[in-house]
């Protein structure tokens, strides 16, 4: 079930609840939707992202499973219990986990969130990813990772938009990619070292823009996510 059509997810990254809800208060639900990772659930834990879905926000949980397939698939399924509209588990965790996972979900029907996979996080770098004994380009490991959770059935990934191209090309318009690493075109990278703007990104095929700072760093909350909103109204019209 979702409440909201944008493409924009404000990803939160909060020490203290009352921070949190004073930005989340001056958000609107028809606008965006809202990332809570592993940090604020470790904080404020499941009544927190209860009390947002209450708000009616959509929200990815995004705690990317990651474990042998029955532990993940009763995570999922917790996950789901709570309301949410998107989780997500690591692909790197093998096609019998994600099926695990995406068989969790057939519970809970029209009801039940997005289930999307992680591919190499944008914060990770060729060298990187060559340390981990990957010794293939990270494109490549991006598309093989990608092609493994489609084929167990899963929603889509969690990509770089650099990526989102040809993924899009390769496994369908169905797929969904979920692209964080985005800033606005005068922001600074912070810790992502594969970054676009909101525009760039959907113009190569992403389909949810994950914005942490830019939004929830900004004076104006609301009227940033306006700013965002009228710089990719062209594309969503299309």
């Given at each position: 079930?979702?409440?909201?059509?944008?493409?924009?997810v404000?990803?939160?990254d909060?020490?203290k609840k009352?921070?949190?809800?004073?930005?989340?208060?001056?958000?609107?639900?028809?606008?965006?939707?809202?990332?809570?990772?592993?940090?604020?659930?470790?904080?404020?834990?499941?009544?927190?992202?209860?009390?947002?879905?209450?708000?009616?926000?959509?929200?990815?949980?995004?705690?990317?499973?990651?474990?042998?397939?029955?532990?993940?698939?009763?995570?999922?399924?917790?996950?789901?219990?709570?309301?949410?509209?998107?989780?997500?588990?690591?692909?790197?965790?093998?096609?019998?986990?994600?099926?695990y996972?995406?068989?969790?979900?057939?519970?809970?029907g029209?009801?039940?969130?997005?289930?999307?996979?992680?591919?190499?996080l944008?914060?990770?770098?060729q060298?990187?990813?060559?340390?981990?004994?990957?010794?293939?380009?990270?494109?490549?490991?991006?598309?093989?990772?990608a092609s493994?959770?489609?084929?167990?059935?899963?929603?889509?990934?969690v990509?770089?938009?650099?990526?989102?191209?040809?993924?899009?090309?390769?496994?369908?318009?169905?797929?969904?990619?979920?692209?964080?690493g985005?800033?606005?075109?005068?922001?600074?990278?912070?810790?992502?070292?594969?970054?676009?703007?909101?525009?760039?990104?959907?113009?190569?095929?992403?389909?949810?823009?994950?914005?942490?700072?830019?939004?929830?760093?900004?004076?104006q909350?609301?009227?940033?996510?306006?700013?965002?909103?009228?710089?990719?109204?062209?594309?969503l019209?299309?």
């Open positions: 079930m979702s409440n909201s059509s944008s493409p924009i404000v990803a939160l909060f020490e009352q921070e949190a809800l004073r930005l989340i208060e001056q958000l609107d639900p028809k606008l965006c939707r809202l990332k809570i990772g592993k940090e604020m659930f470790t904080h404020f834990g499941p009544d927190f992202v209860r009390q947002l879905v209450s708000k009616d926000f959509d929200v990815f949980l995004d705690l990317k499973f990651h474990d042998i397939p029955n532990t993940v698939a009763k995570a999922c399924k917790a996950a789901a219990d709570l309301g949410v509209w998107m989780i997500n588990v690591h692909a790197s965790g093998g096609e019998k986990m994600m099926t996972a995406r068989d969790a979900m057939q519970d809970f029209a009801d039940a969130p997005l289930l999307i996979a992680v591919t190499v944008t914060s990770m770098s060298d990187e990813l060559n340390q981990l004994g990957v010794s293939g380009r990270l494109d490549e490991q991006v598309k093989r990772l493994l959770a489609q084929q167990a059935g899963l929603d889509g990934v990509c770089s938009a650099h990526e989102a191209k040809t993924l899009k090309a390769d496994l369908g318009q169905a797929f969904q990619l979920v692209t964080p985005i800033r606005l075109a005068n922001a600074q990278q912070d810790d992502q070292t594969r970054i676009m703007t909101p525009h760039q990104a959907l113009s190569n095929g992403s389909d949810y823009l994950v914005i942490g700072r830019p939004i929830t760093q900004s004076s909350p609301l009227q940033t996510l306006y700013e965002i909103t009228d710089s990719i109204a062209e594309l019209n299309h």
